[in-house]
């Protein structure tokens, strides 16, 4: 009697390790860890390894464009376009790919760890990579950490100019990244099981303007000057183009910050 | 090292303690596989720059009276291609203690362990395909009572070389009526209940959604037997469990149910099982995708085909919906009968059908729901569906004939994640000859021919298949393969691809339980299996070596 006692009190213990939420609890009241902005605000980059013949990919685009809308103006998002899933073929005649994105691919291992995922940050090398169901936890997790590193970019057309300075001391070798991003693209996509062909591609990666790894820079506590020339390619559309730039830590991957503008007209 | 210091620690006082003055025994095993890749634009084949990669492990027991303890070593440098680079590396992920007094079983460290058929929990390795879902903490089994064994553990389970972050708590019963109750002792009806629980705990930092920390799941089992009739079955149901993320998320339970009614007398064997499953993709980290993290495991409800053109296109369970049938009968023509001949002759026959739920798997959101039909097949999407038939026969004394005949229809969208937009429906034609030449020396030929329909309706993805494999034995210590399969080129995609050769030619020997095979060749990019779960595997053209010893 008191084993059955007991089983039944072990069963009943554990029944109570679950947790059912209630159709109108699933969503929180909302906070969207607004700081204080008198401040420079630490950026955070979301690289989403993607491809327009991956069914699943839209979940992550989306999720990445919800997270934009959360943490409004914190968020820097590019679309990585690469892989098998990215490969022309059929009626999927655009290639998004880029070098730069190969090389990244390749280095991070993301379409061998299966799409859609992509990195916060780079947080966590070399195991970096995140799914997408996990990036607003991670950047909840640093959104309201102090920046480091200030970034401002301006263009004039032709040349991208980026300023950059230290906020604190920095330990280890730091690269500057500047690349061209475009948004509004339409093109087909695969959404589950059907071909889409008038999908919005947004954050999707065009080039980088200094190499996959960027450049070697050395910051101060006062404003450095970066200078990059480019030049856009004809079938991208100007005024749905950002110039991107981030800094990151050589030693461990991570981004310090990230900038966005919009090109110029 | 530290690994070693641990269980060195552990082991002793048991050692001490034990009164049994033996030594005790150690086992142990060894397998090591290693392939070179090399450049092969014919077949898109890519070199690897570490010109070679290998996986190699070593499991070494040590077993005194009730005590075991044991280790894996683990290597991958680096991890094959098809493997989760992830796995590169080498280290010891495997170690525990377990010792056994009056009755109950004490585990330390990892272990394998299987609730039921596995509907909510199952943590396995297989290591073909790269998984290894081994639990790490602690598990005990108890017998409180003649007939009911409990099982209950705390543990986090292995992701590469690392732990996901759940926490997976544990608790199974099962019990025996016929040893529980004295008065059903000699019944001819056999019975076992059976009772499962399992929660996994991950904290919650989404910033937008509430997401249950604590998920569970439940399962009841049954299986009776009477005589030549058995009957088993399985109902699991899960607690909402949202994948995380901030654009949206599906509260919806999930269930489970599986049944199978076998009939079995000398010579004849029937077999009808149905399953139907809705969002239970359970894993001990929420939103893990792949094979990563895998609490739970659907058995597969068609054929697993061994034959490498029959298992071509095999069928993985889709664990998030689906439904599926499958009746087998295997009947054994009795000896000097007509058409049992002068040996006999077996076949088997097999259907499986498996179909998606009505409006795919139950959705839950804020705003809004779908709960499928529990039954419903017409017109719903079609995963997988296989008619086969296998014949064995004994020609005479040195000849043994083995035919298959498969006809398959497969739903690559769903399977492998591309978008061809319709279905492959392939035939496949299988006789394997093994022909003793004298004794020690054997002869197995096999021919199997895939083809695909070339109706407008079905994809025909890299039409059709021609292979033929003649194999060599001298035992018990040498065989000699050669293997070619062929493609007679095909146009995808705008992109034509030109006819080519898979040729493979291998040599094993074998001394005691000492086993080395070499062997060169191309290997074609596909889908390998094992019971319903499935890895890609990339062409590649180089040699292979594999070496696996036990003592």
Known sequence: MKTKLSFILIVLAFLSACDTIEQDDFLQGGTNGSGDTTTVIKKILIEDFTGFRCKNCPDAANELQAIENLYEGKIVGIGVHVGYFATPGGDFTTDFRTDAGEDLDAFFSASLSGLPIGLVNRIGYPNALSQHTDWASTVSDIINQEATVAITISDNGNQISVQAKELSTISGNLKLVVCITEDDIIDKQIVDNSVVNDYEHNHVLRTHLNGTWGTDVSLTNEYTSFDFSYTLDGSWQRSNCH???YIYNDSNKEVLQVEKIHLTN | MKTFL????LCCPFLVLAQDNSPGTIQGDFSFNAQTYYEDSAINASKVDEFMLMNGYANILYNKGNFTAGVRYESYMNALQGFDTDYNGHGIPYRFAQYTIHGLDITIGNFYE??????????YEEKNLGIDNVMDGFRLKYSPLKGLMLKGFIAKQRLFWEHGPGIIRGIDGELNLNQALSSLENSKTMAILGGSFVSRFQEDNNPVYNLPQNVAAYAFRTSINRGKVSFNSEYAYKFNDPKGGIASNNYAPGMALTSNLSYSQRGLGILLEAHRVDNMDYRSKR?????DLTLNYIPAISKQHAYTLAAFYPFATQPMGELGFQGQVNYTFKKKSKIGGKYGTQVALNYSRINGLNGGHSVLTESGSHTPMFFSIQN???FFRDFNINLKKKLSKKVKLVANYVDLIYNKDVIEGKNNGKNIHARIGIVELNYKLKPKHTIISEVQYLSVDKD???YQDQGDWIMGLVEYTISPHWFFAIM?????GYTSEGKTYDAVHYLN?????SKGTNRFELGYGKKREGIFCVGGVCREVPSSNGFTLSITSSF
């Open chain 1, 243 to 245: 110039a991107i730039a």
């Open chain 2, 6 to 9: 641990l269980l060195a620690t």
């Open chain 2, 114 to 123: 299987q609730f039921g058929n596995g509907l909510i929990f199952r943590s």
């Open chain 2, 287 to 291: 939103g893990a995708s792949l094979n």
């Open chain 2, 380 to 382: 719903e999407e079609l």
């Open chain 2, 456 to 458: 407008d309706t079905y």
């Open chain 2, 484 to 488: 070619d399969q062929y493609n007679g």
């Open chain 2, 505 to 509: 030619i291998s040599c094993g020997y």
